[in-house]
Nanobody, 122 residues
């Protein structure tokens, strides 16, 4: 019924930039907020950023605020994450998903895909 595919990860030096893309499929995604989440080795998956379906507003975790920008192209069913000034603490597998906000936090609504690996060298 639903599916999302992440791409754009890779190896980058500290201070560099990457742009991640997420193509999503299924009518259930159309009017949902979309979000990016990440999971570092040995850590729990955490929220990174989200954008509402109208693209009128966005939310970011404190750790990426001012460095990352989430955008959405509804015509292409794609959401992007522009990541600037990367640091080693950003190293993680990044996932996208329809996002639901509750208790002042964001959660993925559907099954997780494979994600895309971002590695930031020191």
């Amino acid at each position: 019924q639903v599916q999302q595919v992440e791409s754009g990860g890779g190896l980058v030096q500290a201070g560099g930039s990457l742009r991640l893309s997420c193509a999503y499929f299924g009518r259930t995604f159309v009017r949902n907020a979309m979000g990016w989440f990440r999971q570092a080795p040995g850590k729990e998956r955490e929220f990174v950023a989200a954008v509402k379906w109208t693209a009128s507003s966005a939310a970011y975790s404190d750790s990426v605020k001012g460095r990352f920008t989430i955008t959405r192209d509804t015509a292409r069913n794609t959401v992007y994450l522009q990541m600037n000034n990367l640091n080693p603490e950003d190293t993680a597998v990044y996932y996208c998903n329809a996002a639901d906000q509750r208790s002042d936090d964001w959660y993925g609504m559907y099954d997780w895909g494979n994600g895309t690996l971002v590695t930031v060298a020191s």
